[in-house]
């Protein structure tokens, strides 16, 4: 085929495809379906927008512990209000950290993400009990942020993620496993090849029907399976999921 048509050719069919592809991907990564007024200030909860977090404080009461919460990778933080929002409605309060670049893709990166979280705390409890939680690439962070130690937190949870991919086994907090069993990202098989690196107390849970995307409000994720159940009856329970793990460490005796 002569020169001319193929990149007549090429022009035509290949590089559209290609936009279309790209703008499908921005979209993904969106908020999608978020609960009216996930990110705004009510009687229940006071909400903040911070440098690189946002906060989500609730109302009256002493707090007994907090989460700081990582988004998955690309993925705006916004898509996590809601579970931000339900865990602050119940008393705790909550920082959604933001991913230098939406990625942390460097150890220099991560430790910013480090950095933004402590400032987080700082700003809102510096002395309660902090649990750090991530979903993805998000709980990716979370787990290389904890080799050197806690940093002060007293538990981490993983959600939809295969790692740690180093050696966790001694960490002297909880670790809280949440998967999805039809979660093809960070599928089971592969999430329990890194049982020997966690702690040996370390809790698996793993929500029936559940995929990967249905962990937060955005859109499809490539590589993923068709959940069987909907992103609300998935959100009803990773939130109650999270919620016990704080409730147990506002209140030992629980």
């Not at 002060?152 to 086994?169: E, K, W």
């Amino acid at each position: 085929m002569p020169r001319g048509p193929v990149r007549r050719w090429i022009s035509r069919i290949w590089i559209p495809a290609g936009l279309g592809f790209t703008a499908w991907l921005v979209w993904n990564v969106q908020p999608h379906g978020l609960p009216p007024g996930t990110f705004e200030s009510d009687a229940r909860v006071t909400v903040t927008r911070g440098d690189e977090h946002w906060t989500f404080v609730p109302s009256g009461g002493q707090a007994t512990a907090g989460l700081v919460f990582l988004p998955g990778a690309m993925v705006d933080p916004r898509a996590y209000g809601p579970l931000a929002r339900a865990v602050a409605e119940a008393g705790f309060p909550v920082a959604l950290v933001e991913l230098p670049w939406r990625m942390a893709r460097t150890a220099a990166g991560e430790e910013t993400v480090a950095e933004r979280a402590a400032a987080a705390r700082e700003a809102i409890a510096p002395t309660i009990p902090w649990v750090l939680a991530g979903h993805s690439r998000g709980a990716a962070i979370a787990t290389r942020l904890m080799a050197g130690g806690p940093r002060g937190y007293v538990a981490v949870v993983l959600v939809g993620t295969t790692h740690p991919r180093i050696d966790l086994s001694s960490l002297s907090i909880p670790v809280v496993k949440i998967g999805g069993t039809l979660d093809c990202v960070a599928g089971r098989e592969r999430a329990e090849e890194a049982i020997p690196l966690l702690p040996p107390g370390t809790e698996w849970i793993w929500i029936e029907g559940a995929n990967h995307a249905q962990f937060g409000f955005y859109g499809t994720q490539l590589g993923d399976c068709n959940p069987t159940i909907s992103r609300d009856e998935q959100f009803r329970q990773l939130v109650a999921h999270v919620r016990r793990v704080l409730d147990r460490i506002g209140q030992p005796g629980l």
